[in-house]
């Protein structure tokens, strides 16, 4: 999440997961070291909007917002 820029900090990201604020294919997690894949749907409860995203590469650093934006599809954004 960090490297896609849905979150600004590693730690934040850590939060989500394991507050539970995080599903991978459905299914709540709450290990934040719990390896992603190519082609995952993640549900990202935000403060104020739940994000569906689909995981369609990686990347090595964390980049500028172009370069973060290829990494996933965004399925569904929904305000809160």
């Known amino acids: 999440m960090w490297h896609a820029r849905v979150v600004k900090a590693r730690t934040s990201a850590a939060e ?4 539970g604020h995080v599903r991978v294919n459905g299914v709540r997690e709450t290990s934040p070291g719990h390896a992603i ?3 995952d ?5 935000l403060d104020r909007a739940v ?12 980049g500028d ?12 954004a929904r305000n809160s």
Not at 16 to 19: A, F, G, P, Q, T
Not at 41 to 45: E, G, K, R, Y
């Open 37 to 39: 894949k190519i082609g």
């Open 51 to 62: 994000r569906v995203m689909k995981v369609i590469a990686f990347s090595e650093r964390r």
């Open 41 to 45: 749907v993640l549900t990202i409860a």
């Open 16 to 19: 989500l997961v394991e507050k």
């Open 65 to 76: 917002a172009s370069a973060a934006r290829v990494l996933y599809e965004e399925l569904q």
